[in-house]
């Protein structure tokens, strides 16, 4: 991937930076592994807006990702390098030996040709290949990894992202995850090996309100610029400050500093250092 910016032409222009797509090898999917995605505005089934500042966007077919890569043993050859509009990362068209075609999260050096396989058993050592996690050296990076044994890829999927192995012990391995958290894994839930692919989408800036617009997420109006029967900071004349002791969200709960995580939740005895106390370490 590269990141083109333009001349500042305008205030607008002097912000934004685009995806070059250098990296993509086609622009159209494969219509069979794709479907409409649903747009529902942020509102639940009476109609009531639960998420705020959801709605319209630029029309999408979602592509269907193989992350679960069940067929073991069979050699994939890899077709094409594409974009997903549902990720930052990119994804892989690779075919079988009997013709069928899935999708993968693209690791950052697979390019097309290449074979990649899955497995139950150990694989090479080589990016994109797929195996549980007590068949993969100490040391190596690893990326969409189960959390429960044939459940599929449930983290590590986002562009650029990626975790370590640092050890496996009492049929658990040892992860460290891009956050910094270090948590362990059963040792028999499978990961890929690599990093996922578009490592640079994040120094994109998307500069303006309408593209924002064109992703569907919708303007965000300031709580102390309401009245106060629509948010805890509303009312007053003229610049007035929030009045109270921590921001809020319009229900009132605390809007900075605030715990999201259930305390006593089922799996925390299998996070040996939270995100919390890797950057305070």
Partial sequence: MG????????PARRATSVDTFSDITTTTPMRELTMPRKRKGGRNNTGKITVRHQG?????????????????????????????????ARIALV??????????IAPIDLKVGDTVVASQQRVDIASGNRMPLKYIPLGISVFNIELTPGRGASIVRSAGATAKLMAIDGGFATLRLPSGEIRLVPESCSA?????????????????????????????VRGKVMNPVDHPHGG????????L???KTYTGKIAYGVLTRRPGKYSDKFILRSRKQAKRA
Avoid: W
């Fill in 95 to 104: 075919k079988y030996a009997d013709d069928e075609h899935r999708y993968i």
């Fill in 236 to 243: 007053g004349e003229g610049h007035n400050p929030i009045g």
């Fill in 3 to 10: 990141i083109r910016v333009y001349k500042p032409t305008s």
């Fill in 56 to 88: 319209g966007g630029a029309k999408q077919r979602i592509r269907i990702i193989d992350f679960h890569r069940e067929r073991y043993d069979q050699p994939c050859q890899v077709m094409t390098i594409e974009y997903d509009p549902n990720r930052n």
């Fill in 245 to 247: 002791k921590n921001p």
């Fill in 192 to 220: 890929t090996i690599g990093q996922v692919s578009n490592p640079d989408a994040m120094h994109l800036r998307i500069g303006k309100a309408g593209r924002m617009r064109h992703m569907g997420v919708r303007p965000t």
